[in-house]
């Protein structure tokens, strides 16, 4: 299988014309030859490449790829480095960013509501239109420390901040992967009692006190390896190819 196939196999299923992005979704760098191995990453690094490349794939899916709104019209620097590996290593790079965010079984946040053990699931923070996460309401309540021990088991970050400043007992939560500081606002406006994301800051901080909700930060990172692993695991089902997934485990 070709990596314009498989390509158009992932095309079709993460509705990438259904999203305006600041990502250049889909194949971003082909290959000769057909693909037997498929190895998926977070993110299009020249470490992901390396293992990619010691572990005999032909090809990489990733979150965060290589090209963001045309920065690939000039091959220079760093991505100039990362082309050059791909092309001598004969190695393809497909990047999906909001579409798999948003995707109702495969992606970042469906995956991650999946394991936070949430129920009822609903679209919630809108992006360009399209509703990039998912709220829902937990099976059994569960006081602050209990969630954040869950979230502790579930996602498995190296680090985890949290301002608790919501409800003491936790009901509803809404997650949104990755950097999304605004979903506390959002959060609130809806009733929720607790919002998941990766990336806190000052502007999480602010809001998070003064709307009197409960906002816990797992990592950009640790938060966007459900959907690249999910979408591995469906890709090796629907095609047979062999694929593993690359975690560098990192902090941010």
Not at 13 to 22: G, H, Q, T
């Given at each position: 299988?070709?990596?314009?196939?498989?390509?158009?196999?992932?095309?079709?299923?993460?509705?990438?014309?259904?999203?305006?992005?600041?990502?250049?979704?889909?194949?971003?760098?082909?290959?000769e030859g057909e693909i037997h191995r498929?190895?998926?990453?977070?993110?299009?690094?020249?470490?992901?490449?390396?293992?990619?490349?010691?572990?005999?794939?032909?090809?990489?899916?990733?979150?965060?790829?290589?090209?963001?709104?045309?920065?690939?019209?000039?091959?220079?620097?760093?991505?100039?480095?990362?082309?050059?590996?791909?092309?001598?290593?004969?190695?393809?790079?497909?990047?999906?960013?909001?579409?798999?965010?948003?995707?109702?079984?495969?992606?970042?946040?469906?995956?991650?509501?999946?394991?936070?053990?949430?129920?009822?699931?609903?679209?919630?923070?809108?992006?360009?239109?399209?509703?990039?996460?998912?709220?829902?309401?937990?099976?059994?309540?569960?006081?602050?420390?209990?969630?954040?021990?869950?979230?502790?088991?579930?996602?498995?970050?190296?680090?985890?901040?949290?301002?608790?400043?919501?409800?003491?007992?936790?009901?509803?939560?809404?997650?949104?992967?990755?950097?999304?500081?605004?979903?506390?606002?959002?959060?609130?406006?809806?009733?929720?009692?607790?919002?998941?994301?990766?990336?806190?800051?000052?502007?999480?901080?602010?809001?998070?006190?003064?709307?009197?909700?409960n906002a816990f930060f797992a990592g950009h990172?640790?938060?966007?390896?459900?959907?690249?692993?999910?979408?591995?695991?469906?890709?090796?089902?629907?095609?047979?190819?062999?694929?593993?997934?690359?975690?560098?485990?990192?902090?941010?």
């Amino acid at each position: 299988m070709t990596c314009e196939i498989l390509a158009r196999l992932l095309d079709d299923e993460l509705r990438l014309n259904a999203f305006r992005d600041v990502s250049d979704n889909g194949l971003q760098i082909g290959n000769e030859g057909e693909i037997h191995r498929v190895a998926t990453a977070v993110d299009a690094s020249l470490e992901t490449f390396e293992r990619a490349a010691a572990a005999g794939a032909e090809m990489l899916l990733v979150h965060h790829g290589l090209s963001w709104n045309g920065s690939f019209a000039r091959l220079t620097g760093l991505n100039l480095k990362q082309a050059r590996f791909a092309l001598e290593h004969n190695l393809a790079v497909y990047a999906a960013h909001l579409p798999l965010d948003a995707h109702p079984t495969l992606g970042n946040n469906a995956q991650l509501a999946a394991v936070l053990g949430l129920e009822k699931l609903r679209p919630f923070m809108p992006y360009h239109g399209q509703p990039i996460g998912f709220s829902g309401v937990l099976a059994e309540p569960l006081s602050q420390e209990a969630f954040e021990a869950r979230i502790r088991a579930a996602v498995c970050p190296v680090r985890l901040e949290r301002f608790l400043y919501g409800a003491e007992i936790i009901r509803t939560v809404g997650v949104c992967s990755g950097g999304a500081p605004e979903g506390v606002e959002a959060a609130a406006r809806e009733g929720l009692d607790a919002y998941l994301c990766g990336e806190a800051n000052l502007v999480a901080y602010n809001l998070a006190k003064q709307w009197g909700v409960n906002a816990f930060f797992a990592g950009h990172y640790a938060t966007e390896r459900f959907g690249v692993r999910a979408l591995g695991q469906w890709l090796a089902e629907q095609t047979g190819l062999t694929c593993s997934f690359i975690d560098l485990n990192l902090p941010y």
